[in-house]
């Protein structure tokens, strides 16, 4: 069963996303809104884990919190998504689980 | 396809605003929500007692039109709500209290009406955090 994780703490003060990447499997997506989205800040070490996790999972962010940020240097894996875009990705997940 | 939403954030954290543009764009998307659930310091996002300044949006205001609108079941933990000063008429008179401070449009019941939706429903999504 997939499921979607997201995540909206900032890497930088809690160990959620350290904790999530352990547990994601192939298949999984990983969505980051809010604070979540300064992992893809340039050079840092949340963005590299990023971008070496396997390819079959896949990699989101909010487009408003990315703007809303002034995050424009992506990685190339990265999905953004608007809000319609977020409902469906719940629909194509079997379960979401957010990281309260 | 059918979606119940449970909020986690107090009304002035980002996602209590987050899951207000999902559950938009779910309606928008030609979804149901069967059932919107407050929880812990959700339950503040009901209370309208809260008064937002002028120059701010008013999320708890934006929360009770887009409920009155879609004419949505919206409930508020009833034992996340007491402890938070949050009563509806009949647990002010209850516990003696001058007020009851729930807004229209949502009802207090327990933490099963969110097991039941979630049983019922094809997603459960959930908000909390910033």
Do not use: K
Not at chain 2, 9 to 36: D, K, M, V, W
Not at chain 2, 38 to 63: G, K, M, R, T
Not at chain 2, 74 to 103: F, K, W
């Amino acid at each position: 069963m997939t499921t979607l994780h997201i995540l909206s703490t900032s890497p930088f003060a809690d160990q959620r996303l350290a904790s999530c990447l352990r547990l994601l499997s192939p298949g999984d997506g990983l969505l980051l809104c809010g604070d979540a989205v300064y992992a893809l800040n340039p050079d840092c070490a949340p963005r590299q884990a990023l971008e070496l996790m396997p390819e079959q999972i896949a990699l989101y962010a909010l487009q408003e919190d990315l703007d809303a940020r002034g995050l424009h240097d992506w990685p190339a894996r990265l999905q953004v998504v608007d809000y319609p875009a977020f409902v469906a990705l719940t629909l194509d997940y079997a379960r979401s689980n957010s990281w309260l | 396809m059918q979606f119940v939403i449970a909020l986690f954030a107090a009304s002035h954290q980002p996602s209590a605003r987050r899951a207000l543009r999902f559950a938009e764009a779910a309606l928008a998307g030609g979804h149901q929500i069967n059932r919107l659930f407050f929880y812990q310091d959700a339950v503040s996002i009901a209370n309208n007692s809260q008064v937002q300044a002028q120059d701010e949006f008013d999320l708890p205001a934006a929360w009770r039109e887009f409920i009155e609108r879609h004419q949505l079941d919206a409930v508020v933990c009833i034992a996340a709500a007491l402890r938070r000063g949050l009563l509806d008429s009949q647990e002010a008179q209850r516990y003696g209290r001058p007020a009851a401070t729930l807004a229209s449009g949502y009802c207090l019941s327990g933490l099963g009406q969110l097991h039941e939706a979630a049983q019922q429903a094809d997603r459960l999504v959930c908000f909390g955090g910033d």
